[in-house]
């Protein structure tokens, strides 16, 4: 796995670009079911998207009916791209209060310092021997998640697999893998038993982390 550049859009972006996606599909869903345009008022990528939802919760108040159609589109839209598919669905119907505290919980924000640092520790963690070891990468990230709540001070760690929050933390991951580096041979690496590791996974799938920990 070489990830020496990380000009990709998906990881220059990280959440905004999901942001982004999230709010065309409400504001094409409110064309749809309303039949005018949703006018947004906003500029930045999540006030665009928290005023786009603003607008969802009114409509609540004046039409339960078409509110629920509104939702149901815009969750059914969203299917085919699994990180916005996620993110409606934590954020769509819930309050303004609790809407905030999940957006404010995410990967975007945890400075990349203390990212990489909570994957260095899982790594000497489950490489508690001089062996090599093969960790599947969906149960390594859920460990690292755990550290980054703890020390971020969130209640609950990230989820774990196709969402908003997986681009970015595979970035940080390649660029532990690629500082892991001693003599040419990876210290830590993500392999895949079935075939080369694509550049941009969507998610964990069955990946794994390999570990050596000679090279740490």
Known sequence: MDHKDFNDERFKQGSVRTYMKATRLVCESWQRVIGQ?????????LSRFEEALAHITSALKDSQSKAA???DDITEASKSDPATHDLINDVLIVNAEARRAILERDMDS????????????????YASSDEEVDVPLRDFLRAV???????MGWPTALRVGENRHFPRIWQWLCEVTE??????????????????V??????????????KPGYF
């Open 69 to 71: 159609k509104i939702t």
């Open 198 to 211: 694509a550049a941009f996974p969507n998610g964990p799938g069955e990946l794994r982390v390999r570990l």
């Open 179 to 196: 500082a892991s580096v001693v003599d040419g041979c990876h210290g830590i690496r993500v392999i895949n038993t079935r075939g080369p």
């Open 37 to 45: 345009p949703l006018k947004l008022h906003s500029t930045q990528p």
């Open 110 to 125: 945890v400075p990349p310092r203390l990212c990489m640092g909570a994957i260095w520790n899982v790594a000497r963690q």
């Open 145 to 151: 998640m755990s550290e980054i709540a703890k020390n």
